[in-house]
């Protein structure tokens, strides 16, 4: 039933790191943009990042600040979110989101998304 597939989360010491992947089937990433939203206990959900299939990128610079990436593999089908210098508030259940439009568009998160994982828990402690 699930369309896309989230792993990597897990604990982490805070500076550490985590690579997340999401594998989705053909028809959804050989077409759609990809990525990533978060959502913790008591918020809203918060764009991540995003990519398309092109190449072209978009991030939430607002706490991502240049700590993490994300990148896509084709031969694998699947995406992935490097995440460095991991600190408390990155606690969050992390989504592997498709949407058909472009990755700028992401920063706004103000529209339906077509696709959503079940998300994977990320959990950094102190």
């Known amino acids: 039933q699930a369309q896309l597939v989230e792993s990597g989360g897990g604990l982490v010491q805070a500076g550490g790191s985590l690579r997340l992947s999401c594998t989705a089937p053909e028809y959804i990433f050989s077409t759609y943009v990809m990525g990533w939203f978060r959502r913790s206990q008591g918020r809203e959900r918060e764009f991540v990042a995003a990519?398309?299939?092109?190449?072209?990128?978009?991030t939430n610079e607002d706490f991502v600040k240049g700590r993490f990436s994300i990148t896509r593999d084709s031969d694998k089908r699947t995406i992935y979110l490097q995440m460095n210098s991991l600190n408390s508030e990155d606690s969050a259940v992390y989504y592997c989101?498709?949407?058909?439009?472009?990755?700028?568009?992401?920063?706004?998160?103000?529209?339906?998304?077509?696709?959503w994982g079940q998300g994977t828990q990320v959990t950094v402690s102190s």
């Open positions: 990519i398309s299939r092109h190449g072209g990128r978009a």
């Open positions: 989101v498709a949407d058909r439009r472009t990755p700028s568009l992401w920063r706004s998160d103000n529209g339906q998304y077509d696709y």
